[in-house]
């Protein structure tokens, strides 16, 4: 079965600075999807970002970037120019298409703290 | 272009009771999937509804039913509940289940088992 692993429970970083988050998975499929999900304190879960495994290219998306190591299964999330609205809860997620149906599964989350 | 959405916010409810939960797809979506997040925790699949039928199942146990209807809302429904059934609970939809199809969350409700 799929593992994901957040190693980091809390990250605190500075108002324009730059921080990195963790994010390492287990699978024995090749071909697959990540994703980086926050979840501001009002809960509702939103896509910052998704990395497809067959793309060796790593995604951006505006500040966002990822550090997608295919081979030592590590899936990290830059945030540059940090602002007090990336406070919030992290969590990093492996779609498998495996098993009957399209599951996502979610590593524990990483909580961002951002200090003006 | 409405996106997902979920009632009630939250609910208490008394052990051994039953509840529904409802979700809402996004406009175009014909997949819903619905989520466990405990405390603390990120959220566990319960299981998927594509095109009315259910699609797959995480590890949770009969007592978690659900339900998707013409029009792709879904309903979740726990018997007998327990406290540890505690918890929030997310329900996301996407436009189908092809590995391209990315799924968008509503915002949850918040189940607590007294």
């Known amino acids: 079965a799929q593992t994901v692993t957040q190693s980091q429970p809390e990250m605190s970083v500075q108002e324009a600075e730059t921080v990195t988050l963790s994010c390492t998975y287990d699978?024995?499929?090749?071909?697959?999807?990540l994703f980086w999900y926050k979840q501001p304190p009002s809960r509702q879960m939103i896509l910052v970002i998704r990395?497809?495994?067959?793309?060796?290219q790593n995604a951006t998306e505006n500040r966002f970037s990822v550090n997608f190591q295919k081979a030592a299964k590590s899936f990290s999330l830059k945030i540059s120019d940090s602002q007090l609205g990336d406070a919030a809860m992290y969590f990093c997620a492996y779609r498998t298409s495996e098993e009957y149906g399209n599951k996502l599964v979610f590593g524990a989350g990483t909580i961002l703290r951002v200090k003006s | 272009e409405t996106g997902v959405t979920q009632s009630p916010t939250h609910l208490i409810k008394t052990r051994g009771q039953q509840v529904t939960l409802r979700c809402s797809s996004q406009s175009g979506h014909n997949t819903v999937s619905w989520y466990q997040q405990a405390l603390g925790q990120g959220p566990q699949f319960i299981f998927q509804?594509?095109?009315?039928?259910?699609?797959g199942r995480g590890n949770f146990p009969p007592r978690f039913s659900g339900l998707q209807f013409p029009n792709y809302s879904s309903e979740l429904n726990v018997n007998a509940l327990e406290l540890d059934d505690s918890a929030l609970y997310l329900c996301?939809?996407?436009?189908?289940?092809?590995?391209?199809?990315?799924?968008?969350f509503g915002p949850g409700t918040r189940l607590t088992v007294l």
């Open positions: 699978t024995s499929e090749s071909d697959y999807y």
């Open positions: 990395q497809e495994a067959y793309k060796q």
């Open positions: 996301a939809s996407s436009p189908g289940v092809r590995d391209t199809d990315t799924q968008y």
């Open positions: 509804y594509y095109r009315e039928e259910e699609n």
